[in-house]
């Protein structure tokens, strides 16, 4: 079945769906944006190189000494992972904007807030949890201990997430906008600062001998947070978007 | 029904407000003036020198109401935003709009004075602690509003959008600050400790809050101006606009 | 007062440039966004005093 009719089918299917707390439109979406991403493999895989350079590029740029690549380590990898995942967002809405599907999508009788969540589950499959497996390994490159390994691989489990569902808010309100992807970095980075700053701050931390239990608490928190609040703010900014 | 409520909603029309802002204008400026020299008298001629910091620690006379203000303003920002989407007010979009440069700049204002108290108290011009970092990302979080609304053309749907993107804002300021109480840091707490017997605190603190309101009047002036030329620019096409005696031919 | 002369108030105990510093940023910020919208709102007034003038003009011809 090709992807026109995939797609189709997945509409029809959330059409079909119909109102009612039915996550039969949550899983079509869910399917469909991931075959269209295995489709344009060349996107995806081009954002976790962009990762894997952007770890590589500041032990070249600072210098090999182990005890500051340790210190830099979790910074430089959460710094890498919140761009990777930026890099992207605009996926997740443009391409089903510029064909129409996205009006679709609004237009159904199916919730909007679960194809939303649909997609940023999508989003976050390809562009987050590659970025979970890449990072310990990177880690190796910083001397980092299996344990600093193991939370950092633990807090970006936690924040990855984060970063898909505050990114889609931004998307969502950046789409068809004049220099979109800029536009989406300035709004999206600063409210990935506190993912950020827990995230990191739970590996060094573990490093420091503190226990990194209080950070990656917190990053649940805004895990809990981004998924009550999120939902909702993608929704009402694609509704906008679309007027 | 009481004439009362009749006219609360009458106010929230550009054209009924613009007049009654240019009333108000001069009224603020007078409060502006008058708490801004009581407060800078209190602040550079009554408080005492500091024990520990000397005369420095007078920066915080600026320093503070302008982070005061720059937090206060981006919830008012936020409020108004979130009425003008709701309600489908344009007065209350307008009025978010107004507030966001002046918002900014306060933000930038409190870097500035922040910066130059850090030095010679902590002898770095930049100390990445927790209080003068969720300075800076409010500033990002206005500048991201502002380019927001400039990005998009069609004016109501900029409204509502930067509305979103203020709410969203909003949420994490108080993650922002959160993050403050759970860093080690080098910024002061929250009140000025200052090593002191409370009747001198009592000086210092006179003078911030005199200053603060100063800021404060100062900032609903600035917004008021900017309110005034927005709905100007935005309400061009209007007959009671090309009806004002400024803007005759 | 506090201060023994008007050299020792400038002088700030040594920290004149940084409070004085912060002090003058302020005041020409200040300044700064009054000049602004004084700015534009002089613009928007032009932009429609010109199209009063046109409009007045296309009312005369007609």
Redesign the interface.
């Known amino acids: 079945m090709s992807i026109a009719t995939q797609g189709e089918g997945a509409i029809g299917a959330v059409r079909r769906s119909g109102e009612g707390f039915s996550m039969t439109a949550l899983t079509s979406v869910l399917r469909r944006d991931l075959l269209l991403a295995m489709r344009r493999k060349a996107e995806v895989l081009t954002a976790l190189f962009f990762f894997l350079i952007v770890s590589s590029l500041f032990p070249l740029g600072i210098g090999p000494e182990p005890a500051l690549l340790r210190k830099i380590g979790p910074g430089v990898l959460w710094v890498g992972a919140l761009l990777a995942t930026m890099l992207g967002l605009q996926r997740m809405f443009y391409s089903d904007h510029l064909d129409g599907t996205l009006e679709q999508m609004v237009l159904s009788s199916a919730p909007l807030p679960l194809l939303v969540m649909g997609k940023i589950i999508a989003h976050w499959l390809v562009s987050g949890l590659p970025v979970v497996i890449l990072a310990p390994i990177l880690g190796l490159q910083f001397d980092l201990d299996p344990g600093a390994l193991w939370i950092l691989a633990l807090g970006l489990l936690i924040g990855t997430p984060v970063l898909s569902l505050i990114g889609a808010v931004g998307a969502a309100l950046t789409l068809g906008v004049r220099g979109g992807g800029a536009l989406l970095s300035l709004l999206v980075l600063p409210l990935y600062i506190p993912t950020l700053i827990f995230g990191a701050g739970a590996v060094q931390a573990h490093l420091s001998g503190q226990g990194a239990g209080g950070h990656l608490s917190l990053l649940g928190a805004l895990l809990a947070l981004a998924l009550f609040f999120v939902p909702w703010a993608t929704t009402a900014a694609l509704r906008i978007s679309l007027e | 029904m009481s004439h009362r409520l009749i006219n609360w909603f009458k106010l929230s029309s550009p054209y009924s407000f613009f007049p009654v802002a240019g009333r108000l204008i001069p009224w603020f400026w007078a409060l502006t003036v008058l708490f801004g020299i009581a407060g800078l008298y209190v602040g ?6 500091d024990a520990t910091q ?3 620690y ?2 915080i006379f ?2 503070v109401p ?1 982070s005061w203000m720059s937090m206060f303003i981006y919830i008012v920002m936020a409020f108004w935003a979130g009425m003008g989407m709701a309600f489908n007010t344009r007065l209350s979009s307008m009025w978010a709009l107004s507030l966001a ?2 918002g900014a ?1 306060m933000a ?2 409190s870097l ?2 922040g910066a ?2 850090g ?2 108290t902590w002898g770095a011009w930049w100390v990445w602690d927790a209080r003068l970092t969720s300075e800076l ?1 409010l500033l ?2 206005y ?2 509003f502002m ?2 609304h400039a ?2 053309d069609e004016p109501r ?1 900029a409204d ?2 930067a509305a ?2 203020a ?3 909003v ?2 300021v108080p ?2 600050y959160f ?1 403050v109480k ?1 860093w080690n840091t080098l910024h002061q707490g929250s009140t000025i400790s200052m090593t002191k017997a409370p009747s001198m605190a009592q000086t210092m603190l006179w003078g911030m809050l005199l200053m603060a309101l100063c800021f404060w009047m ?1 900032s609903i002036v ?1 917004a008021l ?2 309110l ?2 927005i709905i ?2 935005r309400e ?1 096409h209007t007959d009671w ?2 009806r ?1 005696p ?4 | 007062m506090i201060w023994n002369s008007m050299a020792d108030f400038w002088h700030m105990g040594g920290y004149g440039l940084y409070v004085w510093g912060s002090v003058g940023v302020c005041a020409v910020a200040l300044v700064w966004e009054q000049v602004l919208l004084k700015k534009r709102t002089q613009a928007i007034l032009r932009s429609l005093r010109r199209r009063a003038r046109a409009e007045k003009m296309d009312r005369e011809l007609a």
């Open positions: 550079f001629f009554i408080a005492p020198t000397g005369d420095s007078r920066i600026l320093h302008a440069p002046t700049l930038f204002l500035w004075t130059l108290w030095k010679p990302i990002f979080l500048l991201g380019a927001l990005a998009i749907r509502r959008a979103v993107l709410l969203v804002g949420v994490n993650i922002i993050s759970w100062y600035a101006i900017r005034r030329a100007l620019e061009a606009v090309l004002l400024e803007a005759a031919a």
